[in-house]
């Protein structure tokens, strides 16, 4: 009987989202999170781990013998040592596609939240202050539509090129960072940019490419100095893109209006991180991934993973 141990299963399934797909194929023991000091003696016995962040390492992977398949619980799979385990013939795969329509549609609630701050109009009202106030319309910061506006999407991916289109259909301008410019979408206007002038010429940046030990801490104080003063920055995808002091200082500062991220380089947030501080910086708990429909459509190719690979069939291999 095939054993699959998944090493941090609570986020995929907080109770909504039940393993029966997985579990289907063998003998299932889920963890809510394993550190790696626990990897080894967890998988021992196992044919196949499922991970998300917890991390399977080349020592771990050294010294589990009957490990035979990784499936990954997410698009990125900098959690696995890929290279070690294409060394033991140990196919690495992951889930490309199941949180594209999410995460785009979490760019846009983060972007809408800076352009208009419904949360904080909210709470203004449940404290009494439109009333006090005698105004029939009342409102507590700078509103803004984004018809004209021009965003600039770095990472024009599956998730990227549908921020473009959701860009698209606000009426914004599209420029678009990528390291292969081809297959322009049909919409106008758009264009190819570099990073310098994407960041130039943009109202709104989103990030949305994976991290890479090229682009690791790309946007710093330089690349901030470029944008307009009443530019945004949106981050959806990894927090070390960012180098947080920079842009902690860029928005106390006034060189950028304001920020907005689901991501930050140590997750969950520490106290000290400096954006906690900083001027019109709205975070989330990395949560754009997490809608139950994303998350069961990760489920559900996780599950035809395993399945492939037990037919000598392996899809989505990394490695």
């Known amino acids: 009987m095939i054993k699959i141990v998944v090493l941090d299963g609570n986020r995929l399934n907080p109770g909504d989202n039940p393993w029966d797909e997985v579990a289907a194929y063998g003998t299932l023991e889920v963890y809510d999170w394993t550190e790696p000091h626990q990897v080894v003696e967890r998988t021992k016995d196992a044919d196949i781990i499922l991970t998300n962040k917890s991390l399977v390492m080349r020592d771990s992977i050294a010294r589990l013998p009957q490990l035979k398949y990784i499936s990954v619980l997410a698009t990125g799979y900098n959690s696995v040592d890929a290279q070690a385990a294409r060394e033991r013939n140990i196919p690495v795969s ?86 292969r410019e081809e297959n322009p979408p049909d919409y106008k206007p758009f264009a190819f940019a570099s990073l310098e002038d994407a960041f130039r010429r943009a109202d709104v940046v989103s990030l949305n490419c994976a991290l890479t030990s090229e682009n690791e801490g790309m946007v710093n104080q330089e690349l901030l100095a470029v944008m307009k003063p009443n530019a945004f920055i949106i981050n959806a995808a990894r927090g070390s893109l960012i180098r947080e002091a920079d842009l902690a200082n860029a928005l106390n500062n006034g060189v950028i209006a304001g920020a907005a991220l689901d991501v930050v380089s140590t997750e969950p947030i520490q106290a000290d991180n400096p954006l906690l501080q900083a001027k019109n910086c709205i975070i989330t708990p990395h949560i754009a991934w997490a809608s139950l429909e994303a998350r069961r459509r990760l489920m559900k190719t996780t599950a035809e993973n395993i399945g492939a690979f037990l037919v000598r069939k392996p899809q989505h291999v990394v490695n």
């Open 94 to 179: 992951n889930v490309p596609v199941y949180g594209t329509d999410s995460v785009a549609q979490f760019v846009f609630a983060l972007l809408l939240e800076l352009c208009h701050h419904v949360g904080r109009h909210w709470t203004a009202v449940a404290a009494g202050e439109w009333e006090r106030s005698g105004l029939w319309s009342y409102h507590k910061t700078r509103l803004i539509e984004l018809v004209s506006k021009t965003m600039a999407v770095v990472g024009f991916g599956r998730i990227g090129r549908r921020v473009g289109e959701l860009a698209h259909a606000f009426g914004m301008n599209v420029l678009a960072v990528d390291i």
